[in-house]
Structure formats: structure tokens, C-alpha cells
């Protein structure tokens, strides 16, 4: 065991504070990577505040970890020493279900091991990567392709998946309209996935303030929900809206800015039940659906798609003892547009 | 002009009772339609009762249309004086924008014309299928195939072609588990289209009451949804549940049953909203979709469908004295499985 620097939420609604935890002997299929940097991300803070349900303490968050090997085990083979690579949501899964078999890690039929907040397949809890260093399975570790910075890497790994692959599943690209619902950390990396892959892109933001940005990063249109008027101008526009918000939403609103056969995509999760007219989905064959990160294979897909096209994360780096101001900051959608944290100042 | 007898509500609520309408003169396109038989669907207690919201009064009801060409227009050369002949539930639409053009009628963008209980397109009220006589367009008239009877095949024009045409587009066939969910007027023929198209078929039902029907209609397994381990032992089994029910559903339990990727697809439609946790959708990538009757290319292909298979609708033969108790026997579940109208008893 190696006992590693880490900021660690106590207790449910406590602020982070700097702790040590254990990490595991590295085992022949291991990597220990060396943290360069970890992203904030919003599904951190519904976890660390018990606002998803019981969670386990003390809690370590961060699942968007970059870094560097500094020693594999026996048996590695995809890794060396020195590779930059990258750890998103998950540690480990079953690894023998159809969904595992198929890529599909993420919805392993027992479930996936979460990087943080998780018991491991050894009955162990798992840390994140609000830390100096992780133990990591490198089927469960990918590469982080020369010509991304790591900082800028570092958010693709939960938020860049988690938009990246439900465009990929519903088919952006050239002749797609595709709203993205939320300009924030997940949002923004949807605007630059999915201009990338060649659809006509749309932001619905609750405002303007950030239409400058969303145009630079590649959004063709620029929309705020809070003008009764958006509703009514875009109705029956888009082939999918990628909705990356985890505040209630009007379904039945949205609904209606699709196409026949459109499809509205959450990968943002309001933590109370939402209401919905089912003659919303019913009028026009329409689709409600939602989508979870992404699996291994990918996750790396992924990376070497943004390394190709020459984009990471807009990101502002902050050090370790900011944490719970950024916290903040996130929950006020004031951050442009994911923290993250430069572990080497933990 | 033409006065026909018909059965109508004269106000919300109201029962239903003898009258007459006027049908339009046979105009060049039009067919003028005897009409044998026409099938009672729930949607028809629903606008009657104004569950939907407000309606138009007097109210003939019926789109399940069976009959007979009794004229045809100077421009008509899709029929003939004598053939048999079926309208569902629409009568036009605007045939301009990219549905109709798809044969998508029923997602027409200026909204489909209904069989009745809509405006048509010169501002005369529509006069549904519980009547002797019907002036419908050719190109919204499909033909009857023979070797299907007129009466078991009324149904198939809005109960069957709801559930042949989601079926259809969510791939229901060889090596895909298929449950279809309520055994009523669309459950029933949802079970043998789905048996028919090569699924492996299951039944939900409220209680066992229906199963040997289920079996011999085709289902390969069939289970109660009153019995909470129903829900334990089909957890993630599901490709495609269709959901014919119209009560209030737990959707999030439903959703439970379906398999990564699967598809919950909305048939039948609930007067409230309903509510749903969105990780319900996220875990599993799963879709909650809706989809409404079919076009007209697709019932004519569901007709042809039918006949092939020999199967038409499970039915109750009435006379039109019975319709209001028929009412009061579908919303007690009390019918196997669709009550049709013998018109020439009005």
C-alpha cells in the first residue's frame, strides 16, 4: 500500500480538506499514474453532497484525471513509463457480460465500478483523483494522445464522453441540426464535438451571456430559453438535443422543438422526477432518452478525435485549496468552463 | 349532399344516439364508402368524453372503417364500384410537407385531418365510421384484402396498424424479445403482429385473466404486472416493450425490464402526465419513445401483412343499440378484444 496526498470530502455536505489515503500495491495488470491534473465536475459535487443518494465517506471525488505512468506492473502491456494517459468514470466492470464483452463497460449488467465513490471488486472503496497519484487497471487507463494538453485532456475523460458518444449513438454529423442544452462543462464540450463532426450546431442556453463563446467554439445558432419566443421559432427544428442540464427541465417544451423522429438526450440528471405528457413523444415518434458516459474503447475514440481536430477542454485551472470555492462557482454556473485542479498543489 | 344515419353524441359525456349527417357530394377523387362495419376504440370514449380535451358536437365517431365502394369520383383509379375498402384515422392532410411526402401522413406538419372530430380542409366538421355511409379521398382509403373479413379487419385500421407500424420501426422479429404491455383491443393484435413479424413474445397484463388467450394468439410467455416479482424476474430482459395501456404507468419500473439500448414505446396514452426519473433512461442508454398509428403506404403494408398470416382482429360483433353500453364494457377492460358495429343495425 502507498499512502498518497488526497482532498477528501469527510462527510456528506463538508467541505474538502486535505487528507492521505491508500492506494493499492500496483498488480501485474496495473498502472500507477502520476496526477497532473483532475477536472471538477458537477456529478462531484451531487456526490460528495449525498444529492444522488447515499454516498460513501470519506469521499475523494474527481473522474477526470490526467497524468503520466510512473511504474506498470508485470503484466502491461499497453503502457509504459512515462506514457501520458488518462482515467474517466470508471476503475473496473465485470468484464464477462454482453455489455462489457461489446465496449459497453459503462453498462455492465452488475454494474460498473465507479473511479471514486464505489467499492472495487475487492471490497475495497475507491478514491478519485482529487490526488497525487491512482492505481488503475490499464484496461480501465487510455491514452492521452501527443498534442492535447493534459489540463485541457483532463475534462474530456467524463464530460468530453459523456457528449462525444450519444452524438456519435444518434448520429450527428453533415444535415443534422443538434441543439445542446446546457453551456456549461459539459455543454461547451458538446458545441465543439458536435461542429466537429459536422452537424449545424444550436446552443439553448437560459441566456445570451455566453453567446459570444458558444459561437467561437463552433455553435452555427445561439438561443435562450428563458424567451418564450425560442419555443416558438425553433419548434420542429432539431434531429437531437443533447441535454447536458441537471436542473427540471419542461419536457414537453423541449419535445416540441423536435423533428418527426428527433430524439431529446439526457446526459444531465435532475435529481427529482421530471413530469411528461407522453403525447409529447407520441405526436411526431419521438424519442426521450439519456445516455451514460461512454465505454472504453470509446473513451479512447474519443481522445484521438479531439487530439485530430485539435481541441481539449476551455478550462480554468485552479489549485488544490480552491476546491470548495469552485464547488461554488460550479453550482452558480460561473465558471467558463470546467475547473481544474493542478494536483501538484495538493 | 347526402344524409346518412349515423350514431352521434350530441354533447360531451352525452350517450350516444341515433341521428343523421350530412356526407359531401362525391367529389373527383372521393369514393363514396358503404360502410359494413366499424370497430370501438378507446380513443373514441376518450374525444367523446372529452379526456383529450375539448371537442367538436355532434360527434359520430369511429376510425376503424370497414366497407364497400359504393361510387367512385370522374378521377379515381385506385378503386372501383365494389371493392372492399378500409379508412383509419385520418382523412387527409396537407400531402406538401416532408411526412406526407414520406408517406409519414399521420406527422403531417399542418396536422393529419381526422376521421372525425376535426375541421377538414374546407371547414366542414368530419363524421366518423358509426354510420352507413362515408365520402373518404382515394388517396386516404386503403383496400381490404381478400380473405380477410370485412369485420375482423375494421380493427386493423387503427388498433392494428398502432401497433404494426411502432413494431415495424423498432425492429420487432427473429431473435428479439418483445413485450407487449395491456391485452385489450391493441394488446391483442400487438401480440400477433409481434408473433407474426418472428419475436419472442411476452404478455404484461394487469392479471392472468387473459393468458390462454395470450398463448394461443401467439405470446410465448405471459406474466401479471399486479405481481411485484414480475418485475424481479424480467429485469433487463426486454428489446422493445409496447405499452397499449392507457391507465397511469410507473415508467421508471417498466424501464427497469428493458435491455441496454432497449426502447419502452408508447401506444396507448394516459389523460395526465406522468412521471419519470431520467437515470431510468441514462443507465442503459434506454428510449422512451411514443409512436401514432402509421401512414397510409404502412396500412395498406399491415393490411397485406394481416391477410398473409390470416389473421384479422378478435371481435365482438354489436349492434349500434349497444354502443353505449360497449363504452361502459371497454373501460371495465370487459372485452374480447375489440367491439365492432354492425352498421347496418343503425
Partial sequence: MTT??????????????????????????????????????????????????????????????????????????????????????????CRECENCKA???????????????????????????YSTHIVVDEAYTVRIPEGLALDEAAPLLCAGITTYSPLKHWNAGPGKKVAVLGMGGLGHLGVKIAHALGAEVTVLSQSLRKKDDGLKLGADHYYATSDPKTFEDLRGTFDLILSTVSAPL??????????????????????????????SVIGGRKTLAGSSIGGIPETQEMLDFCAEHGFGAEIELISASE?????????????????VIDTATI
Fill in 4 to 93: 498518497v496526498a488526497a482532498y477528501a470530502a469527510p462527510a456528506a455536505k463538508a467541505p474538502l480538506e486535505r487528507t492521505t489515503v491508500e492506494r493499492r500495491p500496483v498488480g501485474e495488470h496495473d498502472v500507477l499514474i502520476e496526477i497532473k491534473f483532475a477536472g471538477i465536475c458537477h456529478s462531484d459535487i451531487h456526490q460528495a453532497r449525498e444529492g444522488w443518494g447515499e454516498a460513501i465517506f470519506p469521499m475523494v471525488p474527481g473522474h477526470e484525471i490526467a497524468g503520466v505512468v510512473s511504474e506498470v506492473g508485470s503484466a502491461v502491456t499497453k503502457f509504459a513509463v512515462g506514457d501520458r494517459v488518462g482515467v474517466g468514470c470508471m476503475v473496473d466492470s
Fill in 103 to 129: 465496449g459497453l463497460e459503462q453498462y455492465c449488467a452488475e454494474g460498473m465500478t465507479g473511479t471514486y465513490n464505489a467499492i472495487d471488486r475487492n471490497g475495497e472503496p475507491t478514491y478519485g483523483g
Fill in 250 to 279: 419542461d419536457l414537453d417544451a423541449f419535445l416540441a422543438l423536435l423533428k418527426t423522429d428527433g430524439a431529446f438526450v439526457n446526459v444531465g440528471a435532475p435529481e427529482e422526477p421530471v413530469s411528461l405528457n407522453l403525447f
Fill in 323 to 339: 476546491i470548495n470555492e469552485a464547488y461554488e462557482r460550479v453550482l452558480a454556473s460561473d465558471v467558463r468552463y470546467r475547473f
